[in-house]
């Protein structure tokens, strides 16, 4: 291929635009070398008061990334230094002290990187008077000397300024199961829960192509934004769907998908975080709606499928 004046011009242009949209926001000032601010992880633990659950299970996470949002003395406006995935090292081209720094907790929302999400149900940690300085890192959070880690922690918003609509972590001393029979109640056997002592287990017979499930509860809510979270092993697809009632459809209840989970074998227990909203919106937010699960087993195999730490909450 032959470049020509032209072809030279438009990569000059293509060039220096992606040098003006990309990376983060650079600070006024004549400071030339970057300080950096790290963190490894962020985890969710209980609050001192109106914690929205007394369960362990509850307080699970997979807080994948973070963005940081600063404030120097000074300045006209916080500057949002981006969002980053767990674990960063931030550079900064700034010296001195942060009168505050926000870290938001950041989820893969439905498990897709391209749609990570603030999580808005947990809430944000404000770090105050934070000092960095060129060519040094500054830790954030407490260190965990056992694994070599620094960590943030953060809380669920409380039960005042959210909704549990729904929870179930087939624990053998507390809360009765709300899923139908065809999840049987493991409840004594630690070494297979993701928490605690108990787990669902959905057994799927190599007769059988397909095995629905449900969650027993209905949901007749005032809020509109409505996430489900669980943590789950599954030897098959699993498909989550929502029946809903369609004024269009003359009021009928009807079916439809939310999102499929791949297969996760032997990949040990993984958490997820699915937005309902969005498929409510489709019933035009009428309620009450219901949320039941498919395994798809096209191959005919036998099959398990494991969840736990299961909650539909709204905000």
């Known amino acids: 291929m032959t470049f020509t004046r032209n072809n030279f011009a438009f990569l000059l242009v ?3 635009t992606t040098l003006t949209f990309s990376g983060c926001k650079k600070f006024q000032g004549d400071v030339t070398i970057p300080a950096y ?8 633990v209980p609050q001192a008061q109106n914690a929205p659950s007394p369960e362990a299970g509850f307080y699970n996470s997979n807080i994948d990334a973070v963005q940081l949002i600063c404030y120097f003395e000074g300045d006209k406006s916080e500057t949002n230094l981006g969002t980053f995935q767990l674990p960063c ?11 505050y720094l926000r870290a938001y907790p950041v989820v893969k929302q439905n498990g897709i990187s391209s749609t990570r999400i603030y999580y808005f149900f947990y809430n944000y940690v404000e770090l105050n008077n934070v000092t960095v300085a060129p060519d040094s890192v500054t830790n954030l959070g407490s260190y965990d000397s056992t694994e070599d880690l620094w960590t943030l922690q953060t809380t669920y918003k409380t ?9 179930d972590y087939f624990e053998p001393t ?4 709300h899923f139908d029979s065809t999840v049987v109640w493991v409840s004594n056997d630690p070494a297979g829960a993701c928490n605690g002592q108990g787990y ?14 449900y969650i027993t509860d209905e949901f007749d809510i005032p809020n509109s934004t409505v996430y489900l979270e669980m943590n789950y092993q599954t030897d098959v697809e699993l498909h989550v769907n929502m029946i809903g009632f369609e ?11 939310i999102m499929a989970i791949v297969p996760n074998t032997g990949k040990g227990w993984q958490k997820i975080y699915i937005n309902l909203t969005r498929t409510w919106s489709q019933f035009n937010y009428n309620a009450p709606f219901t949320i039941y699960f498919q395994a798809v087993n096209p191959d005919g195999i036998e099959a398990d499928i494991k969840i736990d730490n299961v909650k539909i909450l709204s905000y």
């Open 89 to 99: 090292t931030v550079p900064i081209l700034r010296q001195g002290t942060m009168k």
């Open 14 to 16: 293509l060039f220096v």
């Open 200 to 213: 669902g287990l959905i057994h799927i017979p190599d007769s059988l192509t397909t095995l629905n499930f």
């Open 174 to 177: 507390t809360f009765t199961s």
């Open 159 to 167: 039960r005042g300024q959210m909704s549990v609509l729904s929870e």
């Open 37 to 44: 601010i790290h963190l490894d992880r962020m985890v969710v």
């Open 247 to 257: 004024v269009s459809n003359n009021g009928a209840a009807t079916s439809k998908g």
